[in-house]
């Protein structure tokens, strides 16, 4: 009976782990006919993703007695809903980033409107970075700043 119950059990279990690689093949199949017959995948949607909370860090200064600091709200564009999942993976690599890169920046380079798209640029630039460092590609096409004060 305990040897029927093994058999059973082991049984039950292949069917798990196995069928669902059964179903995907078929998927891939069906994937492949239509591509043959000269239907062209859409591209994929652009989508925004919002980094919440707002970024508030200290700004570099040369002086210990006066404080400046930057509150920023900030998007990033992915393409394609596969991206945006990726990308919430690693949230907490890409704030660390974004919160490094600012705050090693003075009040100058972030208020002047020639410096901030240079900040806007070495953003996205260091996000890119740690995002393919953690993942192995680029997820983040641009950066955004959709809120931003500097006191």
Do not use: W
């Amino acid at each position: 009976m305990r040897t029927t119950m093994r058999y059973c059990l082991l049984f039950c279990l292949l069917n798990f782990f196995l069928m669902p690689s059964v179903f995907a093949e078929g998927e891939d199949e069906v994937e492949a006919e239509e591509a043959e017959e000269g239907e062209a995948l859409p591209p994929p949607k652009s989508i925004y993703v919002k980094l919440k909370p707002s970024f508030t860090t200290n700004l570099r200064t040369k002086s210990k007695r006066k404080l400046s600091y930057i509150k920023a709200s900030i998007q990033l564009l992915v393409k394609g809903e596969e991206n945006a999942t990726e990308l919430e993976i690693v949230m907490p690599a890409v704030r660390h980033a974004l919160i490094t890169y600012l705050g090693a920046r003075t009040k100058k380079q972030a208020s002047a409107v020639k410096h901030r798209i240079k900040l806007r640029k070495g953003a996205l630039k260091a996000v890119r970075k740690e995002v393919e460092a953690v993942i192995g590609k680029p997820l983040v096409e641009d950066i955004f700043f959709t809120n931003f004060t500097i006191q």
